[in-house]
């Protein structure tokens, strides 16, 4: 069965330190990776995607993600947390065949000053 | 200029009422869908339209019905609510031209509905 799994629902890093998103995710074939980002109380804002080549995918606001076919995993990451960073952060995959996006169960980012 | 718009932004009402929630894009986009977050932030997709033909339908009560009145409008109708229906609903939209899959969603703000 297709799966997407966020195995941390909260991270917790201090401002200025490298933050990491972990995402793997069970599909076939070549999939789409997405990253979304959730403010209080707002819809998802598009991150960043992977479609094909290289590896490291860089998006907003600061955000990049590493592509490994082998682990299928799709980790967000950023060098420097802000406090602003702090939000709840969906991955989301999808087969190139399919309509339908397979959702993580999100990870709540906590960044402390 | 709002994106994806969806109205009421809250919804409260009484169990066995009938609601709707509509949603606008201004896009351009052929593709509009609804998901359902519900009070634990997961996120469920419900319904998806393309050129208004309907692509996506999950198993979602009957008592939910999408409405899909032109590319840019996609509208949510849910009969006889009941508390379990208690959740935020977002609208969102993407382009599926030629089924390029790849191309990213596009959330409206929400419409929190709580029904008591």
């Known amino acids: 069965a297709q799966s997407v799994a966020q195995p941390e629902d909260q991270v917790n890093v201090a401002e200025g330190n490298p933050l990491t998103v972990k995402c793997t995710y069970s599909v076939s074939g070549n999939p789409y990776l997405f990253w979304y980002v959730q403010y209080p109380n707002r819809g998802l804002q598009f991150l960043l995607k992977?479609?094909?080549?290289d590896n490291l995918v860089k998006g907003s606001y600061g955000f990049e993600a590493e592509f490994n076919k082998s682990q299928t995993s799709f980790h967000l990451k950023k060098p420097s947390a802000l406090v602003s960073d702090s939000a709840l952060y969906f991955c989301?995959?999808?087969?190139?065949?399919?309509?339908?996006?397979?959702w993580g169960a999100g990870t709540k980012l906590i960044i402390k000053p | 200029d709002t994106a994806v718009s969806q109205t009421p932004k809250y919804l409260v009402t009484q169990m066995g009422n009938d609601k709707s929630i509509k949603c606008e894009q201004n896009?351009?986009?052929?593709?509009m869908y609804w998901y359902k977050q519900d009070s634990k932030k997961f996120l469920k997709i419900m319904f998806s339209?393309?050129?208004?033909?309907?692509?996506i339908n999950e198993t979602v009560p009957n008592r939910f019905s999408p409405k899909s009145p032109d590319k840019a409008h996609l509208n949510l109708h849910i009969n006889s609510l009941e508390l379990g229906d208690s959740a935020v609903y977002f609208c969102a939209s993407s382009q599926l031209t030629s089924g390029v899959t790849y191309n990213e969603q596009f959330f409206g703000p929400g419409t929190r509905l709580t029904v008591l």
């Open positions: 989301a995959v999808r087969e190139r065949s399919n309509y339908q996006l397979i």
């Open positions: 339209y393309n050129n208004k033909e309907l692509i």
């Open positions: 992977y479609i094909t080549g």
């Open positions: 896009l351009g986009h052929d593709t």
